[in-house]
């Protein structure tokens, strides 16, 4: 850990979105944007994550592999609260939203989620139109406004490289697109209310590899704006797209390093075991 | 030709739904089950045949009973001739066959072949009964007069007759039937025309001034009830109504002085009506009904007949205890009991469905709510009528008479039985279905919707009004139908909260404000109660109990398929083209 985070004390809970700094140079080691300290998870009785320590850079591509079962999804609900709602599960250990403290219990869990965007493995668009989907997060927000909806609307396809498909249809049934548009739309529907932080739950799974790639490429683009977690099973897709990647096995975190230090020289033997697919 | 089972899964091909009575006949066909049946498959087979001997008996009960009450009920207004008859013990009748029968066997008669017939002679005010037995072997002779006429009329139910005088103040016609006959097809649009004007007056105007003069009434009431009479404008505004109270009284006078004249003049057209006995009765036009010579009838002519007896079923109000006329108070009485009944019960049971599914912490609590909710659905109806009638008619409804009607004590407003209060007990005998069935919607909403309106930024409250909430509307549309269904065809609590034999107004009317929910009302439910157990003249009603039932197994159907309607449209929003 290099750049070991600043760990506030949690008094000040105002939501505070920092000015962004221009993109860090190549070589220049980026900033931090979410640092873990300690997490550990339990589902009852159960440890899911144990102990892990990690800081996600900010404006990069930062993907979590492992075996199922190891955690992965625990954790990365954890960066927006999702898990919340999960009864009987249990958080020691901190993590910090450029530098403020997510669990602080003044803090407002919804304005998390509002900076901490998800994506999930299961393409889960509302029964609305596609138009209603994108709009959602700013409705829910109190935004009413018709041309400031509508711009955002158009922004968040294009960025999501939906608009061109869809621009025609916007008041279908987003249930009528087709698999990997149904995931794309999920993607403008997170970045529609400008997180900081975008996380994606095995977001390919289910898609056929010409969608995975369109997902892929899009991933390349939106990191020039957002701090990026993927979780995937799919290790070829961590190599490509990833700038660091993060080694879980049964709720530790094994190895965390640059994704082309950790494909090709592993410090670890469980890691080198797993990517060259001795087990898992 | 074998019957198409999926034998791995035991089902039956739902693509294509005649196998299922093919596997029925199949299975029971002998030839079929020696030459191919094994006894391994008939064995495997077994709970595929029962599946379908079920659904056998559930179809055929279905179409028994559908048959029964469509053969009985929808042949009941078709004009049928009028048969004079001469009996061996001198006796001379006119009437319809009503029912036949063999005779009883310890009727000694001429063994059990003898049969005999029940006909409706009608003239009740003159025979004093409507129906007689004649067994048939002492018929002498048997004949269609073609000028025999049927009356219907608005008191004593029908005529069979001749018709031998029509007396006007121009004169008097008599003698030649034919002549008289068109007489009296000339008079009875101008008798219409009165009896309309002379009910016009009776209903509207007369019924308007007695609800100006009640409102005056009232308004003194109030002004003594609170106490002190002895202010300037006390006195004053006491003297206005007074006032009015005495203009309006002197316009009912003059009112009623017309009247008088009016129901004089329509006295003076008349018709006298022969029995096949010689027996006379004199009566006003007016109070004919429906006139019509069936066995001259054409074929058109009887369609015309069975429309317009249809028409004044469905749209009239009852006469002659219900037993005779239309049911249109009780239709009206039914539906907006059961949309009332709907409005309020949706919200409730949904709100409840949201709160134990999404809100509430799942525990024992929880639990026991919800099986308390359950069993709900099991109490005896007439125990939530018992409970409507201690809770709201008598302590809601007494409690709102005491504070905000007070000058209309001792009488009832809202304290005694009403639609009203009909309804919300049928509210709260419907809740479970809809909690459950709201529950069961809500667990099937995927929880992927909810996660993702989360991390939309959504509170819980948005989510769920948002998106879980519009997703499990079609399933709080089927519990609405399962509702509806049963609150409609519920009449042992009504019997107790509201509903009456005879409701003098309707629920809704021209005076202000319109919807009076406090009234009593009808219900076609305990309409067919009342006229098929409670009227005296059981062989006669009998026909409009199941007219009543058919209409109400209509409106059932009716508010059913609105429902389903619109969910339907619902479920279409939450189909994918490919997921």
Same mark, same amino acid.
């Given at each position: 850990?290099?750049?070991?985070?600043?760990?506030?004390?949690?008094?000040?809970?105002?939501?505070?979105?920092?000015?962004?700094?221009?993109?860090?140079?190549?070589?220049?080691?980026?900033?931090t944007?979410?640092?873990?300290?300690?997490?550990?998870?339990?589902?009852?009785?159960?440890?899911?994550?144990?102990?892990?320590?990690?800081?996600?850079?900010?404006?990069?591509v930062?993907?979590?592999?492992?075996?199922s079962?190891?955690?992965?999804?625990?954790?990365?609900?954890?960066?927006n609260?999702?898990?919340?709602?999960?009864?009987?599960?249990?958080?020691? /250990?901190?993590?910090?939203?450029?530098?403020?403290e997510?669990?602080?219990?003044?803090?407002?869990v919804?304005?998390?989620?509002?900076?901490?965007?998800?994506?999930? =493995?299961?393409?889960?668009p509302?029964?609305?139109?596609?138009?209603?989907?994108?709009a959602?997060?700013?409705?829910?927000?109190?935004? =009413?406004?018709?041309?400031?909806?509508?711009?955002?609307?158009?922004?968040?396809l294009?960025?999501?490289?939906?608009?061109?498909?869809?621009?025609?249809?916007?008041?279908?049934?987003a249930?009528?697109?087709s698999?990997?548009?149904?995931?794309?739309?999920?993607?403008?529907?997170?970045?529609?209310?400008?997180?900081?932080?975008l996380?994606?739950?095995?977001?390919?799974?289910a898609l056929?590899?010409?969608?995975?790639?369109?997902?892929?490429?899009?991933l390349?683009?939106?990191?020039?704006?957002?701090?990026?977690?993927?979780?995937?099973?799919?290790?070829?897709?961590?190599?490509?797209?990833?700038?660091?990647? /993060?080694?879980?096995?049964?709720?530790?975190?094994?190895?965390?390093?640059?994704?082309?230090?950790?494909?090709?020289?592993?410090?670890?033997?469980?890691?080198?075991?797993?990517i060259?697919g001795?087990?898992? | 030709?074998?019957?198409r089972?999926?034998?791995?899964?035991?089902?039956?091909?739902?693509?294509?739904p005649?196998?299922?009575?093919?596997?029925?006949?199949?299975?029971?066909?002998?030839?079929?089950?020696?030459?191919?049946?094994?006894?391994?498959?008939?064995?495997?087979? !077994?709970?595929?045949?029962?599946?379908?001997?079920?659904?056998?008996?559930? !179809?055929?009960?279905?179409?028994?009973?559908?048959?029964?009450?469509?053969?009985?009920?929808?042949?009941?207004f078709?004009?049928?001739?009028?048969?004079?008859?001469?009996?061996?013990?001198?006796?001379?009748?006119?009437?319809?066959?009503?029912?036949?029968?063999?005779?009883?066997?310890?009727?000694?008669?001429?063994? &059990?072949?003898?049969?005999?017939?029940?006909?409706?002679?009608?003239?009740?005010?003159?025979?004093?009964?409507?129906?007689?037995?004649?067994n048939?072997?002492?018929?002498?002779?048997?004949?269609?007069?073609?000028?025999?006429?049927?009356?219907?009329?608005?008191e004593?139910?029908?005529?069979?007759?001749?018709?031998?005088?029509?007396?006007?103040?121009?004169?008097?016609?008599?003698?030649?039937?034919?002549?008289?006959?068109?007489? !009296?097809?000339?008079?009875?649009?101008?008798?219409?025309?009165?009896?309309?004007?002379?009910?016009?007056?009776?209903?509207r105007?007369?019924?308007?001034?007695?609800?100006?003069?009640?409102?005056?009434?009232?308004?003194?009431?109030?002004?003594?009830?609170?106490?002190?009479?002895?202010?300037?404008?006390e006195?004053?505004?006491?003297?206005?109504?007074?006032? &009015?109270?005495?203009?309006?009284?002197?316009?009912?006078?003059?009112?009623?002085?017309?009247?008088?004249?009016?129901?004089?003049?329509?006295?003076?057209?008349?018709?006298?009506?022969?029995?096949? #006995?010689?027996?006379? *009765?004199?009566?006003?036009?007016?109070?004919?009904?429906?006139?019509h010579?069936?066995?001259?009838?054409?074929?058109?002519?009887?369609?015309?007949?069975? &429309? #317009?007896?249809?028409?004044?079923?469905?749209f #009239?109000?009852?006469?002659?205890?219900n037993?005779?006329?239309?049911?249109?108070?009780?239709?009206?009485?039914?539906?907006?009991?059961?949309?009332?009944?709907?409005v309020?019960?949706?919200?409730?049971?949904?709100?409840?469905?949201?709160?134990?599914?999404?809100?509430?912490?799942?525990?024992?609590l929880?639990?026991?709510?919800?099986?308390?909710?359950?069993?709900?659905?099991?109490?005896?109806?007439?125990v939530?009528?018992?409970?409507?009638?201690?809770?709201?008619?008598? !302590?809601?409804?007494?409690?709102?008479?005491?504070?905000?009607?007070p000058?209309?004590?001792?009488?009832?407003?809202?304290?005694?039985?009403?639609?009203?209060?009909?309804?919300?007990?049928?509210?709260l005998?419907?809740?479970?279905?809809?909690?459950?069935?709201?529950?069961?919607?809500?667990?099937?909403?995927?929880?992927?919707?909810?996660?993702?309106?989360?991390?939309?930024?959504?509170?819980?409250?948005?989510?769920?009004?948002?998106?879980?909430?519009?997703?499990?509307?079609?399933?709080?549309?089927t519990?609405?139908i399962?509702?509806?269904?049963?609150?409609?065809?519920?009449?042992?609590?009504?019997?107790?909260?509201?509903?009456? *034999?005879?409701?003098?107004?309707?629920?809704?009317?021209?005076?202000?404000?319109?919807?009076?929910?406090?009234? *009593?009302?009808?219900?076609?439910?305990?309409?067919?109660?009342?006229?098929?157990?409670?009227?005296?003249?059981?062989?006669?009603? *009998?026909?409009?109990?199941?007219?009543?039932?058919?209409?109400?197994?209509?409106?059932?159907?009716?508010?059913?398929?609105?429902?389903?309607?619109?969910?339907?449209?619902?479920?279409?929003?939450?189909?994918?083209?490919?997921?």
């Amino acid at each position: 850990m290099t750049d070991q985070p600043r760990l506030t004390t949690g008094q000040t809970v105002t939501i505070r979105r920092p000015a962004r700094p221009p993109a860090a140079a190549a070589g220049e080691p980026p900033e931090t944007a979410i640092a873990i300290d300690a997490l550990s998870v339990w589902y009852g009785k159960v440890l899911a994550i144990n102990q892990v320590t990690m800081s996600i850079p900010e404006r990069r591509v930062t993907a979590l592999i492992g075996p199922s079962g190891c955690g992965k999804s625990t954790l990365i609900r954890c960066l927006n609260r999702l898990n919340d709602l999960i009864e009987g599960l249990r958080i020691t /250990g901190r993590i910090l939203l450029h530098g403020q403290e997510i669990f602080d219990p003044l803090l407002d869990v919804i304005e998390l989620r509002k900076r901490v965007g998800m994506v999930f =493995q299961k393409s889960n668009p509302f029964p609305k139109s596609i138009y209603d989907n994108v709009a959602y997060g700013l409705r829910v927000n109190g935004e =009413q406004r018709r041309v400031v909806l509508d711009r955002v609307v158009e922004d968040s396809l294009k960025r999501a490289a939906l608009w061109d498909e869809v621009k025609d249809r916007l008041r279908t049934n987003a249930l009528r697109l087709s698999g990997g548009q149904q995931q794309r739309l999920c993607i403008a529907r997170a970045i529609a209310i400008e997180p900081e932080v975008l996380l994606l739950d095995e977001p390919c799974s289910a898609l056929d590899p010409i969608a995975t790639a369109k997902i892929e490429e899009l991933l390349y683009v939106l990191k020039e704006r957002y701090t990026i977690v993927i979780v995937t099973h799919n290790m070829q897709q961590a190599a490509r797209v990833s700038d660091v990647t /993060g080694f879980l096995l049964m709720g530790q975190l094994v190895e965390f390093d640059a994704t082309e230090k950790l494909f090709t020289t592993p410090r670890d033997p469980r890691t080198e075991a797993y990517i060259t697919g001795r087990f898992g | 030709m074998r019957p198409r089972l999926n034998l791995t899964s035991g089902r039956i091909d739902p693509e294509r739904p005649s196998t299922l009575l093919r596997t029925l006949i199949l299975s029971w066909s002998k030839d079929e089950r020696s030459r191919r049946v094994t006894p391994r498959r008939v064995v495997s087979q !077994l709970p595929i045949q029962l599946t379908g001997c079920m659904l056998a008996i559930a !179809l055929l009960m279905i179409v028994g009973l559908m048959g029964l009450i469509l053969c009985q009920g929808l042949g009941t207004f078709w004009p049928q001739p009028l048969w004079e008859l001469t009996t061996s013990d001198q006796g001379r009748y006119l009437g319809l066959v009503h029912r036949r029968e063999p005779i009883p066997a310890d009727d000694h008669a001429q063994g &059990a072949r003898a049969q005999r017939t029940l006909y409706r002679i009608g003239n009740r005010d003159v025979y004093e009964t409507d129906f007689v037995w004649i067994n048939d072997q002492h018929i002498l002779t048997q004949s269609r007069p073609t000028e025999a006429v049927v009356v219907e009329r608005l008191e004593w139910g029908p005529w069979y007759g001749f018709i031998s005088d029509v007396k006007t103040p121009e004169g008097t016609v008599s003698g030649n039937r034919e002549q008289v006959w068109a007489a !009296l097809l000339r008079q009875r649009p101008s008798a219409r025309q009165r009896t309309r004007v002379i009910r016009r007056i009776e209903r509207r105007i007369i019924g308007d001034l007695n609800d100006e003069v009640e409102q005056h009434r009232l308004a003194i009431r109030r002004l003594e009830l609170r106490g002190r009479l002895d202010t300037p404008t006390e006195q004053r505004q006491l003297q206005r109504h007074q006032h &009015a109270i005495k203009v309006l009284e002197q316009r009912y006078a003059r009112i009623a002085d017309s009247l008088g004249q009016q129901r004089a003049q329509d006295q003076a057209y008349r018709v006298v009506l022969t029995s096949i #006995d010689g027996r006379q *009765k004199e009566l006003p036009i007016s109070a004919i009904v429906r006139i019509h010579q069936p066995n001259r009838l054409s074929w058109c002519g009887r369609v015309a007949v069975y &429309a #317009d007896r249809l028409r004044e079923f469905v749209f #009239d109000p009852p006469r002659e205890a219900n037993t005779e006329g239309g049911v249109a108070p009780a239709v009206f009485g039914t539906v907006l009991m059961t949309l009332l009944m709907s409005v309020a019960v949706v919200p409730l049971g949904v709100l409840g469905a949201l709160c134990l599914h999404e809100y509430a912490k799942q525990g024992p609590l929880v639990s026991g709510v919800r099986i308390a909710v359950n069993n709900l659905a099991g109490v005896p109806s007439i125990v939530f009528g018992v409970f409507g009638l201690g809770f709201f008619c008598y !302590l809601i409804g007494g409690t709102i008479d005491r504070f905000v009607f007070p000058e209309r004590l001792p009488t009832p407003t809202f304290g005694g039985g009403s639609i009203l209060w009909a309804s919300l007990t049928l509210a709260l005998m419907t809740v479970p279905v809809i909690i459950v069935a709201t529950e069961e919607a809500l667990a099937a909403v995927p929880n992927g919707l909810r996660e993702a309106s989360l991390a939309c930024g959504a509170s819980k409250f948005q989510t769920v009004w948002r998106v879980v909430l519009p997703a499990a509307i079609p399933g709080v549309l089927t519990g609405t139908i399962l509702a509806m269904a049963r609150g409609a065809g519920e009449v042992a609590p009504l019997m107790i909260t509201g509903v009456v *034999k005879l409701a003098p107004t309707m629920p809704l009317d021209h005076l202000w404000p319109f919807i009076h929910l406090e009234r *009593k009302f009808m219900h076609l439910g305990f309409h067919i109660y009342d006229v098929g157990y409670q009227s005296t003249n059981i062989e006669a009603s *009998k026909a409009m109990v199941y007219m009543t039932t058919l209409l109400l197994l209509g409106i059932v159907v009716c508010l059913n398929v609105t429902a389903m309607r619109i969910r339907g449209q619902w479920r279409q929003r939450f189909h994918s083209a490919d997921v």
